[in-house]
């Protein structure tokens, strides 16, 4: 093991932990909400089961706003509200408020999608058996479309990540704070090399597991 990561092995572990409880409270999220969401903006859209302007409007305006922000205008502008839930603006349990917001958002866009590509035969073939609307959702959408959804949430974690890095530049801690303040503004160049190969190898791991999931239960 190079000297540099003996030197900083109990930092970069930690910074590792603190950008994985930040991606994972984001997935949480993304799963939790972001799921429900997206599946809500597909079924009140114009000719959709629950058909609904109204409420598909406020839904889609919501998911729009929130990722149009540049993430860090986003975290910045979210700052009273993160201070109000957690306490503080700073630190990794603050990152997690703007990330997890931002992660819901993403997610159910991608969620809508998937549902928009499951054929329109199979909810026609669902209606003529006198299935309920939930039954529909659970044992026909989610069931025709759940490679989509896993290679939606692949994409997202990807990208969360990638945000953890920022919000790392505002105190949020993990690979990118570490990367920056270890590597970057001590001048120790070979560290920073050595952070960004470990975010690389992460995410060709977590690549490559969402798509090998994605394709075993992709049955069509």
Known sequence: MPE?????????WQSIGETFMMVGVSILFAIVLGLPLGTLLFLT???????????????NLFVNIVRSFPFLLFVVFLIPFTRWIVGTAIGTAAATVPMSIMAIAY?????????????KGVIEAAISM????PEIVFKFLLVEARSGLVLGLTTSTISFISYSTIVGVVGGGGIGDFAIRYGYQQ???????YMIIIMIILVQLIQFTGTTVSKAIDKR
């Open 4 to 12: 540099v990561l003996v030197q900083y092995q109990a930092e970069i």
């Open 45 to 59: 859209r114009k000719g959709q089961l629950m058909e609904n302007r109204i409420i598909f409007s406020i839904l």
């Open 107 to 119: 997610y159910s866009r991608l969620v809508e999608q998937s549902l928009i590509d499951v054929p």
């Open 130 to 133: 006198g299935v309920s609307i």
């Open 187 to 193: 001048f120790e160049t070979e560290l920073m090399i």
